[in-house]
C-alpha cells in the first residue's frame, strides 16, 4: 500500500492561510488521483472536507466554507488543502485520503494545525 | 438525514474475536449509490481504512487486514458488521463505520465512533 506523507505540524495566526500537503510516493502520480481532506477535533468522528483532482473535478462537503479549498503541484507530486482566512475554530487534524483502485483506500498520517 | 451508530463490546481479549455493528437509520442501506465502511484509529493516531462493503455483499479489505477482517451486511436490518480476528493490543483503537459514496468516493458521513480495548 502506498504511503501518503503530511506534516505532523503546522501553525498560523487568525486570518492568515494554512498550506497542508500530502505527498504521493514517486510511482504514483498525483495528477491520477482525487485528493480527500478529512478535519478532525478531538473527540469528535472525522469530517469530510472536500476532494480535488482538477480544477473541473471537484467537491465540496456540505456546508463546509469555501475558504477552504484543494489544489495539487503536479512538480512535487502534492495535494494541497489551503484555508484561507484562518479562524480558530480551524485548530484541528487534516487528514488526506487517496483511492489508488476502487478496491483500496490509503489515508495519511495526518497533519495537526494550530492556529495561533 | 442519515445516522450510523456503531456499537459492541468495548473490551476484548487478546487472540479473540472483536465484533462490532454499525446501525443505519435515516436512509436504506440497500442503496446502489453507496459502500459502507469502517475505519479505525489506535489512541493518539491516525486514521487507518480497514475495508467496505455494498449492499449485495462484496467487499473490499485493505489488505493488512484481509486474513483477519470479515465485513458483513444485514439488508433487514439495515445494519453492518465487523468481525477482526486474533487481536493484539495493536487492535486496540476508536472503530468508525462510515458511508462511501460511489459518485466521488469521500467518506460522509462518519458515526461518532466507539473504543475497542484489547486487554486481558
Known amino acids: 500500500q502506498p504511503v501518503l506523507t503530511q506534516s505532523p505540524s503546522s501553525s498560523a495566526s487568525p486570518g492568515e492561510s494554512a498550506r497542508l500537503t500530502c505527498t504521493l510516493p514517486s510511482d504514483i502520480n498525483v495528477g491520477s488521483y482525487s485528493i480527500y481532506w478529512y478535519q478532525q477535533k478531538p473527540g469528535s468522528p472525522p469530517r469530510y472536507l472536500l476532494y480535488?483532482?482538477?480544477?473541473?473535478?471537484?467537491?465540496?462537503g456540505s456546508g463546509v466554507p469555501s475558504r477552504f479549498s484543494g489544489s495539487k503541484d503536479a512538480s512535487a507530486n502534492t495535494g494541497i488543502l489551503l484555508i484561507s482566512g484562518l479562524q480558530s475554530e480551524d485548530e484541528a487534524d487534516y487528514y488526506c485520503?487517496?483511492?489508488?483502485?476502487?478496491?483500496?483506500?490509503?489515508f495519511g498520517g495526518g497533519t495537526k494545525l494550530t492556529v495561533l | 438525514q442519515l445516522q450510523l451508530q456503531e456499537s459492541g463490546p468495548g473490551l476484548v481479549k487478546p487472540s479473540e474475536t472483536l465484533s462490532l455493528t454499525c446501525i443505519v437509520s435515516g436512509g436504506s442501506i440497500s442503496s446502489n449509490s453507496y459502500y459502507w465502511g469502517w475505519i479505525r484509529q489506535p489512541p493518539g493516531k491516525g486514521l487507518e481504512w480497514i475495508g467496505n462493503i455494498y449492499y449485495s455483499g462484496s467487499t473490499y479489505y485493505n489488505p493488512s487486514f484481509k486474513s483477519r477482517v470479515t465485513i458483513s451486511v444485514d439488508t433487514s436490518k439495515n445494519q453492518f458488521s465487523l468481525k477482526l480476528s486474533s487481536v493484539t493490543a495493536a487492535d486496540t483503537a476508536v472503530y468508525y463505520c462510515?458511508?462511501?459514496?460511489?459518485?466521488?468516493?469521500?467518506?460522509?458521513?462518519w458515526g461518532q465512533g466507539t473504543l475497542v480495548t484489547v486487554s486481558s
Open positions: 485520503m487517496i483511492w489508488p483502485s476502487i478496491a483500496v483506500g490509503v
Open positions: 462510515a458511508r462511501r459514496l460511489i459518485l466521488d468516493n469521500r467518506f460522509d458521513p
Open positions: 480535488y483532482y482538477s480544477d473541473s473535478d471537484k467537491g465540496q
